[in-house]
Each structure stands twice: as C-alpha cells, then as structure tokens.
C-alpha cells in the first residue's frame, strides 16, 4: 500500500465548476499536510497547508480529517489556468514528505 | 517566498559519462536539501537527505556510490550522478529547507531533465 494515495484521475470540468479531490494517507504519526500543484514539466509549488479545522484561500478550500486519514481539496468557481497537477503531501514524522502521485485537472472552456 | 536555483536544467549525456546538478538557495540559508526524482507519470521519490557539513542519507533503494551527494555549504547542494545509463533518465528535483516559516516547509528547484543516450 502506497503511504499516501490519491484518484489520478484526470478530471475534466467546465469552467466555473467545483471540484473537489481525495487523498488518503497511511501514516497515523503524520503530523503536516500540503497540497502542492504541479504543472508539466515544472517543480511542484505549494498551494497551501491543511490544517485540522479546515482552511480555505480564495477559492481552495482544505480539509484534513485525522481519524479517517484523509484530506480533500475543493475548488471553486474553476478557472483555465487551475489545469494542473494536484499533489497531496504529507510529511513522515522524520520530516520528509511524502508525495502521492497526483490527480490531473483539465479545466476546459 | 525563498528561491532555490537548480543548474543545469536540462542535459543530455552519452550513457556511462558522470553528471553534475547543483541547487543553490538564492536569498536564504539552507539548514537541509533534499534531492528527488521524478519519472513520468509518477509521483515525486525522496533519494536522499543531505545536511550541510555531513554525510547525506539516502533513502532505501538508492545507491549512494552511483548518486553522489556533497553539501559543502549552507547555501549549495550537489548531486553527481556517476556512470549514467538510459535508465537513469528522469527529472531531478531539490529542494532546500530553512527560508520558510513553517520548520517543515520545503521550497523546490525548478529541476533538472536529464535524458541519458
């Protein structure tokens, strides 16, 4: 089993959609949590941390749920330019992260 | 937020000749690297953990004699990969520790793709 798995997808949405992502994690010791974003062909960045009561930028919303070892990202009102590689990350309590393989989006017109 | 530069981003090479990256933390000092890599189509694999003034460790699987880690300072890492072979072409990425606010947060290099002939 994958320490950290996420739905490749990919995941194709109009824009103006709300989509959200799934990530389950394998390591009850773990005690951070990212979403990165990852285009082609380019180093992934961070998007934002997840955080145990749920936190929300703009149109991203985290969710982090430690009983069931499992995070989410929601986005809303989608745009072309959040066509991207989604990385769901955890960190091993010796402080490396640990990535899952990514859900694609493709947002079309 | 911090940069890390990686050098060069792109080079290919005849199987069985060694190759350099270097990733350097622009305007911050890096208390660790990390080198991964990263095939296509597959999520981003930890090799190696290199603090500065000592030895690297390598995560299970890697060889240390092949990949060649030397963190000689606070601000640069080098990876050499020595004898490369076909199937050690991939897309290497660092990423240095210690610009952020958060202890954990990592910030990557743009990578390097080497493609081994």
């Known amino acids: 089993r994958k320490e950290v798995e996420q739905d490749p997808g990919p995941f194709n949405v109009p824009e103006g959609a709300t989509v959200a992502f799934n990530c389950t994690y394998s390591?009850?010791?773990?005690?951070?949590f990212f979403w990165y974003r990852q285009d082609c062909r380019k180093e992934p960045k961070l998007l934002m941390s997840v955080y145990s009561s749920g936190n929300e930028d703009g149109r991203f919303t985290a969710q982090l749920n430690r009983a069931s070892q499992y995070i989410s990202l929601l986005i809303r009102d989608s745009k072309l330019s959040d066509s991207a590689t989604y990385l769901c990350v955890v960190n091993r309590p010796t402080d490396k992260l640990i990535f899952g393989t990514g859900t694609r989006l493709q947002v079309f017109p | 937020g911090a940069v890390v530069s990686q050098h060069p981003s792109r080079v290919i090479c005849k199987s069985g000749t060694s190759v350099k990256i270097e990733c350097r933390s622009l305007?911050?000092?890096?208390?660790?690297m990390f080198w991964y890599r990263q095939f296509p189509k597959q999520s981003l694999m930890l090799m190696a953990t290199?603090?500065?003034?000592?030895?690297?460790?390598?995560e299970q699987g890697v060889e240390k004699d092949k990949f060649l880690i030397n963190h000689a300072s606070l601000t640069l890492s080098t990876l050499t990969v020595t004898s490369a072979h076909p199937e050690d072409s991939s897309f290497y990425i660092c990423?240095?520790?210690?610009?952020?606010?958060?202890?954990?947060?990592?910030?990557f290099g743009p990578g390097t793709r080497l493609t081994v002939l």
């Open positions: 390591n009850s010791a773990s005690q951070s």
């Open positions: 990423s240095a520790r210690g610009g952020g606010l958060a202890p954990d947060e990592q910030f």
């Open positions: 305007d911050f000092q890096a208390t660790t």
């Open positions: 290199s603090n500065e003034g000592s030895k690297a460790t390598y």
